[in-house]
């Protein structure tokens, strides 16, 4: 399967701002979605793992959630702050545990 | 904390073999808790996983590089590589080294898929 992301956003500081993840076959709730914050020239960071778990360090800004009726993930960040500017990767797998990335959603901060 | 460091050539030729190197500290890759992976990102694109392993012998590869890959284990040195033959230049891109836990019920253990640390990630080049 594929997962499918808008290829950019933007949004002033202090709003919120949602970043989707669609797939395109099986169900959504099947394999855990996590999402990856990659700023410039640094490796990713995990900010949501197992749909909606925040790792710790994770501000609680940040959010996700899944829809099984548009078959999607959902990122959420509230309070947007400069520093929340980045490209913002999911991720899932498949029952044989191949990995799969979105292509990744590029947040600016207006 | 575990730190993982990648290592290898920054430039190859197509057509050549590419071998790279994740060097692990402050934790074992025997762990059991603990799966290893390797993923690149093309400069400019998306992440791509290449593939993942458990101390066990168990190893997942992208099926689309499968024919092409190995990855392998030296416990003594507490690192692993990745091996990519005839590389193209399609193959040129950061390659990053990762740590993924592993959920274990009993006996059964299972790959969660998510990567909680990551090395720095090394550039690679495949010339003409």
């Known amino acids: 399967f594929m997962l499918s992301q808008a290829h950019s956003v933007s949004e002033s500081p202090g709003k919120t701002v949602t970043i989707s993840c669609a797939r395109n076959s099986g169900s959504i709730a099947s394999n855990y979605v996590q999402w990856y914050q990659q700023r410039p020239g640094s490796s990713p960071i995990n900010v949501i793992h197992e749909d909606n778990q925040r790792p710790s360090g994770i501000p609680d800004r940040f959010s996700g959630s899944i829809d099984k009726s548009s078959n999607s993930a959902s990122l959420t960040i509230s309070g947007l702050a400069p520093e929340d500017e980045a490209d913002y990767y999911c991720?899932?797998?498949?029952?044989?545990?191949?990995?799969?990335f979105g292509g990744g959603t590029r947040l600016t901060v207006l | 904390q575990v730190h993982l460091h990648e290592s290898g050539p920054r430039q190859v030729k197509a057509s050549e073999t590419l071998s790279l190197t994740c060097s692990v500290s402050g934790g074992s890759i025997t762990s059991k808790d603990h799966s290893w992976a390797w993923i690149r990102q093309p400069p400019g694109k998306s992440l791509e996983w290449v593939g993942s392993?458990?101390?066990?012998?168990?190893?997942y590869y992208n099926t689309s590089l499968q024919s092409r890959l190995s990855i392998s284990v030296d416990t003594s040195k507490n690192e692993f590589s990745l091996t990519v033959t005839s590389v193209t230049a399609a193959d040129t891109g950061m390659y990053f080294c990762?740590?993924?836990?592993?959920?274990?019920?009993?006996?059964?253990?299972?790959?969660?898929?998510?990567?909680?640390?990551w090395g720095q990630g090394t550039l690679v080049t495949v010339s003409s």
């Open positions: 990762a740590k993924s836990p592993i959920h274990c019920v009993g006996d059964n253990c299972y790959f969660r898929n998510l990567f909680d640390s």
């Open positions: 392993f458990y101390y066990s012998g168990h190893t």
């Open positions: 991720q899932s797998y498949d029952n044989y545990n191949r990995v799969i």
